[in-house]
């Protein structure tokens, strides 16, 4: 069931999808720019959006977010969950590596125990994916199993293919919406072959590799290996803006807020780049900036894979293209001291 | 693939958002040291009291609702009931805002969380309890079980050390397993005060002294890690295989439920895959990250 849009008719079909879902685009908030909630008619983000700065994990494991709130009377408490909005959401442009990354978190998520605040809005959320034409020099998800075009991990694909986008239905979920859509036409063999041609057109376009190949046990062999650890993170400055940025990254804190007798638990984001993070009162595992950064490089590349059989990077790129020192994941990857 | 063994890890059924804490009362208070307390608590919920149940290693996570949550050991052995036992350190602002609770005050737990000490595998072994300060906590959750199930076990040696005497925790413990002839329990101090008449000595040191024998035995270390990383080598002098040394490890935690992130140890958390350990599994990363 593939289909065809104009991109000139984009806005109808947003607001069609309106009716159901509350919509979400790439959006300019300030100096950045993320997925925010669709004001009903503007679509100028097709003509600037490559890659939203803040990743899409945030719709679902916002940077703040509410857990409980309590009520405290006399020597009392009456704890409360937050009231579900229940709305279904859809979002639309992701990313094919950001999309991937939402499956990579749904994994921590649901291991063991279930963290219900991320599920419950994953489960509400269709994600409408859209094929990169014009990736960024930072970009290498071609290494990581994925690629510009990548519809592994969407309800819907669309394809650049000119004036049209080719529109796929990739899931169950994909499906029944775009069959309740109107206004769509059936692709062609041609539109097809041209969706073909664009995504190798794509695909060639990322030219920044990592070489993944006994990663988990390379990164091991040096893990001991402080001299390395510490010429290659010299510049870091622990901003944590990798880490935040990073759109499998999932840590996060708990805090407390007690006002009168009004008071809330809620989680943030936190960051393993920051030396707080481990900070215990007599002793701190990693009060090291070259051990916190290990970690962040270890985790992705050594730790998730042992657990998840995934390595928790996809190549968006955006430690490289936000990190303020220029600091680069990839060359650490090319560079490690491997002992055999 | 380097290979780790992880097949403790334990799938765990939760009912409702595993984040909400039941609310407990606090039932008595014991001063430990100037710096340690026991709380004795139970579940305000009637129900809950008889359905909560828990193994010896086990945590939970304790909140001073306002102020903050904190993980600590369960220090009660499952085979007394009535009540649970955790014991708090004043060091931060949690445990600050715990040592502040009176009798009756309400706190949130929420919990059993992680591994426990594997039972089966200790028994018919000869045990060798090693502790440091308040490093006794999660042990004792295990003594008294074995004490609880004594023709299980064969030999319990006990070396018990703290900072000075008046840093000795679970002093009552101390006096009934002395007294228990199938014990030996040797308790030091780093330095004595004039009415100490015990030895002197660091941990790791008194453990060379004695010298138990790592024929069928498994060690049982829980203490700062300082402590820990010293004890490790004694032990590996003394004959003991790293699958035979057993400890029970604590790190900044904040979810316990292997979510948060910061309590790794390589690619195991401390909160989910432990705390128990047995040394084969993390002496990978312990010489630097732990
Ligand atoms: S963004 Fe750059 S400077 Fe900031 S923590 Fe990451 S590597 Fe360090
Ligand atoms: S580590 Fe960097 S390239 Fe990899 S997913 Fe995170 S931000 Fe993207
Ligand atoms: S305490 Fe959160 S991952 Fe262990």
Not at chain 1, 150 to 172: C, K, P, R, Y
Not at chain 1, 225 to 254: M, N, R
Not at chain 2, 108 to 119: I, K, V
Request: aromatic residues 10%.
């Amino acid at each position: 069931m593939t289909k065809k849009i104009n991109k000139r008719d984009i806005g109808k079909l947003l607001t069609q999808w309106n009716q159901e879902f509350a919509i979400f685009v790439p959006s300019k908030e300030g100096d950045t720019t993320k997925m925010t909630s669709w004001d009903g008619k503007d679509v100028s983000f097709l003509d600037w959006y490559r890659n939203t700065v803040i990743p899409p994990k945030a719709s679902f494991f916002p940077p703040l977010e509410e857990m409980f709130h309590f009520q405290k009377n006399k020597g009392s408490y009456d704890l409360e969950l937050p009231a579900s909005d229940g709305q279904k959401k859809l979002i639309f442009g992701i990313r094919p590596c950001d999309a991937k990354a939402l499956a990579i978190l749904d994994m921590i998520f649901k291991d063991a125990y279930e963290d219900p605040y991320y599920l419950s809005k994953r489960e509400n959320t269709v994600l409408v994916g859209l094929g990169c034409t014009n990736p960024y020099d930072s970009c290498f998800c071609t290494s990581l199993g994925s690629n510009p075009s990548d519809s592994a991990n969407v309800d819907i694909m669309l394809t650049d293919i000119g004036d049209q986008f080719l529109m796929e239905a990739i899931t169950d979920k994909g499906k029944s919406l775009i069959a309740n859509t109107s206004g769509l036409d059936d692709a062609t063999e041609a539109d097809e072959a041209r969706a073909k041609e664009a995504q190798e057109t794509s695909y060639r376009k990322v030219t920044k590799r990592v070489d993944t190949k006994d990663i988990e046990e390379r990164l091991l062999s040096c893990f001991e290996d402080q001299d390395y650890w510490e010429k290659v993170t010299a510049k870091c400055i622990s901003c944590g803006i990798c880490t935040f940025l990073c759109p499998t990254c999932y840590c996060f804190d708990i805090n407390d807020e007690l006002v009168k007798r009004q008071g809330v638990r809620f989680r943030s984001w936190d960051s393993c780049a920051l030396p707080i993070y481990t900070k215990m009162p007599m002793e701190n595992p990693r009060e090291e900036k070259w051990q916190r950064v290990r970690q962040k490089v270890c985790h992705k590349y050594e730790f998730y894979p042992m657990n998840f059989d995934v390595i928790a990077c996809t190549g968006c790129g955006r430690c490289i293209r936000q990190c303020p020192v220029n600091w680069d994941i990839t060359q650490i990857l090319a560079s490690l001291p491997v002992k055999v | 693939m380097p290979v780790i063994d992880i097949s403790h890890r334990k799938k765990f059924l939760a009912k409702g958002n595993v984040y909400l804490p039941h609310i407990v009362v606090i039932e008595k208070i014991i001063d430990e040291t100037p710096t340690v307390r026991t709380f004795h608590f139970n579940f305000k919920d009637e129900k809950l009291r008889k359905e909560f149940t828990f193994e010896s290693g086990q945590f939970a996570e304790f909140s001073v609702f306002g102020i903050g949550e904190a993980p600590f050991c369960i220090s009660s052995s499952p085979t007394r009931s009535g009540h649970l036992e955790f014991a708090v350190q004043r060091v931060g602002r949690v445990t600050n805002a715990l040592h502040r609770l009176g009798v009756g005050a309400e706190i949130g737990c929420r919990g059993p969380y992680g591994n426990s000490f594997p039972l089966d595998f200790l028994q018919s072994k000869n045990l060798v309890f090693i502790a440091g300060g308040i490093g006794l906590a999660p042990l004792r959750a295990l003594i008294w079980n074995v004490i609880d199930n004594r023709d299980k076990y064969k030999n319990i040696d006990i070396i018990y050390g703290a900072r000075s005497p008046a840093d000795l925790c679970f002093r009552y413990d101390l006096d009934s397993w002395n007294k228990d002839k199938t014990v030996n329990i040797v308790t030091t101090v780093d330095k004595g005060d004039e009415s100490w008449t015990g030895r002197e000595g660091f941990v790791p040191q008194v453990l060379e002294q004695v010298a138990p024998s790592a024929t069928k035995a498994v060690a049982i270390v829980c203490g700062p890690p300082i402590m820990i990383r010293f004890t490790f080598p004694v032990l590996e002098k003394l004959g003991f295989t790293p699958k035979q040394v057993i400890t029970t490890l604590e790190k900044r935690m904040k979810c316990g439920i292997g979510k948060c992130g910061r309590c790794n140890i390589g690619n195991l958390y401390v909160c989910r895959d432990g705390p128990v350990f047995s040394y084969a599994q993390i002496k990978n990363f312990i010489s630097s990250e732990y």
